[in-house]
């Protein structure tokens, strides 16, 4: 069970390989395929994270108060060269349980002289009045508009929503994938559910004997799926559309090949 | 970190002098001790524990205090609770508690023809303040007893809301609860043995409450699942209700809830899906959300269950908010489950005017009675 990314690059290569010559020798074949390979990475994450990052720095204003969600590395590289462009902005992490990976991203802001929040993703309706933009990562965009991300972004989504924020959603187009999904149970992955059991304090968790109650269920997901209505914009190297142009950049991406 | 216990409560470590001449020694002490006993307030206190004290002390003022009419029985105890820390957020069920016995000695003072605010605005020009007929020992006999019936209301009402479970839970349900609640819990449990049902918990970090629930509730014989908070919105809609308990009701049906439990009830909004909270009534408040403010209305708790303190470098840099309540407007809940029974959230405001006196409401406010005041 694979990520939607890792899906398509395979499929990329693949299709290399039947375009490949069958005049070639084994290493000239093999040299060929390498350089395919570093021609997807340059241009579909070095490049498109480059472009990502220059249109969305433009909608970073001074006095901005900027909401993001555990750890991505394209977001924090856009906060990062926001700040490097000398913009003021204050940045609010909000993290969730089990894998707390916003910590590292407060490092990494903190690091750079960001003024930075951290709360859990429980008390995010508590923060979301002084924030002015949300910002998400995705993991997909689906055929259907909607967006598979890091379980807890439909929340943030959601909250973003009611609270009439603008949220701002920074995908590659490699990313883009024909499947449609409109809930998050339906096809998702499971992580190790004993992760959960990690507490801050000393004290051990009262489920930890989970296994052996056969009442007693412990469930770890890592993707969940947030609805288009819900997003205000994506983000791409290409262009800056609506969730619901999701297939007209797939569409582009068949002709393309 | 703020702590709420600094503030305004203590301001007054010694008692007005006026209560000090009402009461005689031995009893000022006991009302010292349960002073002592709401400051230290710990968080797995059981609100049910606390309101049966309360109940307790106050019968213990009314029979020893020196006093002949309800007036002065009143300003009596309004002078001790302004020398209680009842602004700590903690202790609203306390404030409910004591403005329950204020309104009995109103309508004893009444006698039969107490106004009851419930049957319209006419009630607020008639004063229940005049001098009764009877004197202070049968006025005293009558409040006690009716002090008693509350302490009868106030020990069933745990049973009347789980005698309940059985009309909202049917068979192959999927019930999704947040963290930590006794009443949710033993509700569940009377469901479980006549129906059979699942329950997700959500984990309510940072305290992971939900732990706690999920470990009881499984002893219980209910199959439990445990998810994370984040994942609350990916569920939400393949389960059948919510059902939550609750800190604090406000006067508009509004809820003081635990941390994380304002989003849950967004998510089930935008599903669909019915919120029930089950909560005895002593924890109907009739105060109103004022402010966001931390120190108006939540309270910041220390964040080492968020981020260990070693990681003190980040803890010097970063501000952390470890908020511990939420409040949850009144339209996205559907049902509250009360001693009294069912009722929507539009409906509480008939039960506050019955349970409570609108002078009452403010605990600070020395005033006996406005009515016989602008008179």
């Known amino acids: 069970m694979m990520c939607v990314s890792m899906e398509n690059f395979i499929k990329h290569i693949k299709l290399q ?11 000239e074949a093999r040299e060929e395929l390498l350089e395919a390979c570093e021609d997807f990475f340059k241009e579909n994450i070095y490049l498109a994270g480059k472009s990502i990052t220059e249109k969305a720095v433009n909608r970073i204003v001074n006095g901005d108060t900027i909401l993001i969600f555990k750890k991505s590395q394209l977001i924090l590289h856009i906060l990062l060269e926001a700040k490097a462009q000398n913009k003021e902005f204050k940045v609010v992490v909000v993290d969730s349980r089990p894998d707390l990976s916003g910590v590292s991203s407060c490092e990494r802001l ?5 003024p930075c929040s951290y709360v859990y993703i429980n008390s995010s309706t508590y923060i979301m009045k002084k924030v002015t933009k949300v910002m998400l990562a995705a993991d997909a965009l689906l055929a259907n508009g909607y967006v598979l991300g890091p379980v807890g972004t439909a929340m943030m989504g959601l909250i973003a929503n009611t609270y009439n924020k603008p949220v701002i959603v920074c995908c590659e187009t490699y990313k883009f994938c024909e499947r449609v999904q409109t809930d998050s149970i339906l096809y998702n992955e499971l992580a190790d559910p004993d992760s959960m059991l990690k507490t801050l304090n000393a004290e051990e968790s009262p489920v930890a004997g ?8 412990l469930v770890n997901l890592v993707y969940d799926t947030t609805p288009p209505a819900l997003v205000s914009i994506v983000i791409t190297e290409i262009a800056e559309l609506p969730c619901s142009s999701a297939p007209v950049v797939l569409r582009r991406g068949a002709v393309k090949m | 970190v703020v702590s709420t216990q600094s503030t305004a409560s203590f301001k007054n470590h010694e008692m007005d002098p ?15 001790e349960f002073a002592l006993y709401l400051r230290e307030s710990k968080k797995e206190r059981r609100s049910y524990v606390s309101v049966v004290k309360t109940v ?16 002065e029985l009143i300003k009596i105890i309004k002078c001790y609770c302004k020398y209680l820390p009842l602004s700590q957020s903690n202790e609203t069920d306390v404030s409910n508690v004591v403005r329950r016995i204020l309104k009995i000695i109103r309508e004893e003072n009444a006698g039969p023809e107490a106004t009851n605010l419930a049957d319209g605005i006419s009630a607020f020009f008639k004063s229940d303040m005049k001098p009764s007929n009877l004197g202070r020992s049968d006025l005293q006999d009558n409040i006690l007893n009716s002090i008693v019936e509350l302490l009868v209301e106030l020990d069933t009402s745990k049973s009347n809301i789980i005698n309940m479970a059985l009309e909202h839970i049917h068979s192959n349900e999927r019930i999704l609860t947040y963290g ?21 918990v959500c984990e309510s970090g940072p305290s992971l409450q939900g732990h706690r629930m999920a470990a009881e509730l499984s002893a219980g014989g209910i199959k439990t699942t445990v998810i994370a908070d984040s994942a609350a919105f990916a569920i939400i809609h393949a ?8 800190h604090t009701i406000m006067a508009d049906g509004a809820l003081r809830a635990a941390n994380g439990v304002h989003q849950l009830a967004m998510a089930a909004k935008y599903f669909s899906v019915p919120v029930i909270v089950c909560a005895a009534l002593y924890k109907l408040s009739p105060t109103h959300l004022c402010s966001y403010d931390p120190d108006a209305f939540n309270k910041v708790i220390g964040p080492e269950n968020m981020l260990n303190f070693s990681n003190a470098k980040l803890h010097s840099k970063v501000l952390i908010s470890n908020p511990d309540f939420d409040y949850v407007p009144s339209d996205l809940i559907e049902l509250f489950i009360t001693n009294t029974g069912g009722h929507a959230p539009s409906y509480l405001y008939r039960i506050i005017s019955e349970l409570y006196h609108p002078d009452d409401y403010d605990l600070d406010n020395m005033c006996v009675e406005t009515v016989e005041d602008e008179l």
């Open chain 1, 110 to 114: 903190t690091a750079a002289g960001i």
């Open chain 2, 18 to 32: 006026f209560l000090l001449k009402k009461i005689p020694k031995d009893t000022v002490s006991r009302l010292e």
């Open chain 2, 180 to 200: 930590h609640s006794n009443t949710i819990r033993d509700f569940l449990l009377h469901g479980r043995r006549a129906r059979d049902f699942e329950v997700i």
């Open chain 2, 239 to 246: 389960v059948n209700k919510v059902i939550i308990g609750t």
């Open chain 1, 210 to 217: 989970w296994r052996e109650s056969p009442n007693t269920r």
């Open chain 2, 56 to 71: 307790n002390v106050f019968r213990d003022l009314i029979c020893t205090a020196d006093w002949v009419t309800a007036r």
């Open chain 1, 17 to 27: 390989i039947t375009k490949s010559s069958p005049d070639l020798t084994e290493s």
